[in-house]
């Protein structure tokens, strides 16, 4: 059965840089599937944030694209988010998913809950 | 971007009953690249369809999905007190790929 978990500070700063590591484990992330990584604020919906395959390049929501960065490390079975210069605005749960070519999300993490604030 | 509209906000039902949950796109979604998903509080979401009709692995059949184009509809036969949680929509024809607001199901 598939599994993944996030990991990353709980509590960040304004204007600093939000990093997520997203484990996978009873799946090898180099075999194939894509994975994502998707947000939603306290109490609202849910927003795609961007998708990587292991062996092409991400792609990212146009409106975080400027801020975003996802990454991946097969060796580790791991990957990764960054998202610079965060405001209160980006204070949500962070989810890790894995996705077919489709964009279609099967597996989900348990969720991060990500709080910017001084 | 192709924005989802879901309606009703909040339905209050009793279990035994049937829900009828919608979804609008503000345009076409090709190929029925629609999904719904289930959220319980503090859970991750729940893949239920894909394809606008087809169920995912685990997922009850009386659950179903319809609809094409711009108009797609999440029925649910026969409530169960576990049916009661968030249900989300999702296109993934066209980037990005993006989530409608939610649709409460809670009981009456």
């Known amino acids: 059965q598939v599994q993944l978990q996030e990991s990353g500070p709980g509590l960040v700063k304004p204007s600093e840089t939000l990093s997520l590591t997203c484990t996978v484990s009873?799946?090898?992330?180099?075999?194939?599937?894509?994975w994502g990584w998707i947000r939603q604020p306290p109490g609202k919906g849910l927003e795609w944030i961007g998708t990587i395959y292991h062996s092409g390049s991400p792609y990212y929501n146009p409106s975080l694209m400027s801020r975003v960065t996802i990454s991946i490390d097969t060796s580790q079975n791991q990957f990764s988010l960054r998202l610079t210069s965060v405001t209160a605005a980006d204070t949500a749960v962070y989810y890790c998913a894995r996705s077919g070519w489709d964009l279609v999300f099967d597996f989900w993490g348990q969720g991060a809950l990500i709080t910017v604030s001084s | 971007e192709n924005v989802l509209t879901q309606s009703p906000g909040t339905v209050s039902l009793s279990p035994g009953e049937s829900a009828t949950l919608s979804c609008r796109a503000s345009q076409s979604v090709s190929s029925s690249y629609l999904a719904w998903y289930q959220q319980k509080p503090g859970q991750a979401p729940r893949l239920l369809i894909y394809?606008?009709?087809s169920r995912a692995t685990g997922t009850p059949d009386r659950f179903s999905g319809s609809g094409s184009g711009t108009d797609f509809t999440l029925t649910i036969t026969r409530l169960e007190p576990e049916d009661f949680a968030v249900y989300y929509c999702?296109?993934?024809?066209?980037?990005?790929?993006?989530f409608g607001l939610g649709t409460k199901l809670e009981i009456k």
């Open positions: 009873g799946y090898s992330i180099s075999s194939s599937f894509y």
């Open positions: 394809g606008a009709s």
């Open positions: 999702q296109q993934y024809a066209t980037s990005p790929y993006n």
